[in-house]
């Protein structure tokens, strides 16, 4: 049909989506470096990796917040390595470095302790790895466990199903942002396509990761100042170089 893949599920609603950056595991001190450095391209949202010890992880998000200063909004991710009262211990001693978001603080089965977590703490709880589909989704919102679900596209199965998700979220009264898994930017053109189609979406998405990819095949997409915009050729808008991924010819 020759249009942007977003008119084929609704259109934009918004030209641009604030990005929230990946930051990785590393130690609190090279963290923080590495957050400012992000900052000092544009970025201001970061999520950071965190799930070793209590210590390390307050002090990892204690270095960032002092590095990056107060107004940039910070997401942490604990890949489900935590039990529930860890976990509110941990996000407690955190609160005076101001993190909006905690993704996935408990196992993902574990919905009770994510709906315990989400009772205890300031921060908003994020559902990731508990949500894989709209089924799952509904038990999260029955089970009051997250205030926001984290829209993946290869998570969820594809774009489609990740708008059921985002449409039962709209439903509940919950948020909802495009999250990602590191990839090239064929993923994150799918990312920021969905992302400007989606109504109710006012949280920085996951949408960069490309910029942590060495030798992306792809091109087409980048991060300016922080922000995506979708790339306005057909499809994804995208190219794929064949050669390099040795498809060509
Ligand atoms: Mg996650």
Redesign the pocket.
């Known amino acids: 049909m020759g249009v942007p893949a977003n008119r084929l599920f609704g259109g934009a609603v918004r030209q641009e989506v604030r990005v929230n950056r990946l930051m990785g595991m590393y130690p609190p001190r090279e963290m923080a470096e590495k957050c400012a450095a992000v900052v000092e391209k544009g970025y201001t949202a970061l999520k950071l990796k965190v799930g070793t010890t209590l210590q390390e992880d307050v002090e990892r998000v204690r270095r960032v917040r002092e590095a990056v200063g107060p107004e940039v909004m910070l997401t942490i991710?604990f890949?489900q390595a935590c039990s529930a009262k860890e976990a509110i211990q941990r996000i407690q001693r955190m609160e005076p470095y101001d993190v909006a978001i905690v993704?996935?603080p408990v196992k993902a089965a574990d919905l009770k302790g994510m709906a315990l977590v989400r009772r205890a703490v300031q921060a908003r709880v994020m559902a990731?790895?508990s949500v894989n589909s709209a089924a799952e989704a509904m038990r999260v919102i029955e089970s009051g466990a997250a205030d926001i679900i984290?829209l993946k596209i290869p998570k969820m199965g594809g774009i489609f199903k990740a708008r059921k998700v985002a449409a039962l979220c709209e439903a509940a009264g919950i948020d909802y942002l495009v999250?990602t898994a590191p990839g090239t930017r064929l993923l994150d053109a799918a990312g920021v396509h969905l992302a400007v189609s989606l109504r109710n979406l006012t949280l920085p998405c996951e949408i960069g990761e490309f910029e942590r990819m060495a030798g992306d095949p792809c091109s087409g997409l980048e991060i300016v100042g922080g922000i995506s915009r979708p790339p306005p050729g057909p499809g994804l808008g995208v190219e794929v170089d064949l050669g390099r991924i040795g498809l060509a010819g």
């Open positions: 991710d890949n993704e996935q990731d790895e984290s999250g």
